[in-house]
């Protein structure tokens, strides 16, 4: 793909409430928009979300890397995959969206890996870590809107107090799955989940650091365990699958470095996809690798993937974005990711 420019805009949405796990705690989230234009004038928006509670790529550098961008007259999915411009998972991630963005503005679909479809996608409402009261009415509001599956972030405070608190609010048939962001060693995984197993709880994702001690915990509990931290790239899932760590997976863009990356992980392991709390146009992309694990997973179960982080932001960015309705995330119908940006909310916004 040639490129004309290459435009670059570090900004930040916040929430409508502080957001809290184990690994502390946001008030805003602070994210990169790319825009790449094509010489034949077409823009494809990209997005980058720095893990800032995990470590690994700042700001800073993932604004550095994407401007680096400016100086190629060309960029494909090839280069920016194969590690020769040493970019970060969350800059290759919002550099690949683009191309995609780009390609499906351009409706050259047989070379995109993610198909576009306007289906909607089922999501789990993620609930902030709290007291058990406040949890549970948390729980009720989502409940409200149409969602029937519910995430709970452990690690903080009472873990076991929460889980109760929201199964008796949500009662038996709500699908509830728990979260510790690793913040637990083994032997605290294996009495929580032991503690918490009565609740009939769906899966608990990263309830520990390494895939060495998820196999260790996986043998103690009947409660699945899916890998998040621990799963980057399509290695780690395949050792996970060795270790008998994980039955899941959740993937973030942005940690796994773009779509493509996304779907070769879902090929080794049952995966859902969840927002890095993406502003609108990870959350695009996302939703389109979630339709096509969803298409690929015809006759098996499937699970709610964590995309409706949105409703957590106090404002946006976009124009025209995917819509939250009934516990499903509606894709807008424009060409590519479809999401058009509100030049003034990006201003305002802008850091």
């Not at 406040?134 to 972030?153: H, I, N, P, Q, Y």
Request: proline content about 5%.
């Amino acid at each position: 793909m040639r490129l004309a420019s290459v435009e670059v805009i570090p900004y930040a949405l916040p929430f409508k409430r502080p957001y809290v796990t184990a690994r502390g705690r946001l008030e805003q989230r602070e994210m990169v928009l790319l825009r790449l234009r094509s010489d034949d004038g077409l823009v494809g928006l990209g997005e980058a979300v720095p893990l800032s509670l995990r470590g690994g790529a700042t700001i800073a550098q993932v604004v550095a890397e994407l401007e680096g961008l400016a100086s190629r007259h060309e960029v494909n999915e090839e280069t920016l995959g194969s590690g020769a411009l040493a970019l970060s998972a969350p800059s290759r991630c919002a550099a690949l969206t683009a191309l995609l963005d780009l390609r499906g503005r351009r409706a050259e679909g047989d070379a995109v890996p993610v198909e576009a479809t306007t289906e909607p996608v089922e999501c789990n409402a993620t609930l902030i870590a709290g007291e058990p009261a406040a949890v549970a009415a948390d729980a009720e509001r989502w409940a409200s809107e149409g969602f029937s599956t519910f995430k709970l972030k452990l690690g903080v405070g009472d873990d076991v107090g929460q889980v109760r608190a929201a199964r008796e609010a949500l009662g038996p048939e709500a699908r509830i799955r728990v979260d510790a962001n690793a913040a637990w060693d083994v032997d605290t995984a294996q009495r929580t989940l032991g503690e918490i197993e009565p609740f009939d709880i769906e899966l608990a994702e990263q309830p520990v650091a390494t895939l060495e001690d998820a196999a260790r915990v996986a043998g103690c509990t009947s409660i699945p365990l899916a890998g998040d931290e621990s799963i980057e790239k399509r290695g780690d899932a395949v050792r996970a699958v060795k270790l008998g760590a994980c039955k899941l997976a959740g993937l973030k863009l942005s940690k796994v470095g773009g779509p493509e990356e996304a779907i070769a992980i879902a090929e080794v392991l049952p995966s859902f996809v969840s927002s890095a709390l993406d502003g609108p146009i990870g959350i695009a992309a996302a939703a389109q690798v979630a339709q096509t694990l969803d298409q690929a997973a015809l006759g098996i179960p499937r699970f709610a993937h964590g995309l409706a982080t949105q409703r957590l932001f106090s404002s946006t960015i976009a124009s025209v974005e995917c819509e939250l309705r009934d516990g499903m995330l509606h894709p807008p119908a424009g060409p590519g990711l479809g999401v058009e940006i509100d030049e003034a909310a990006l201003a305002a916004h802008r850091i």
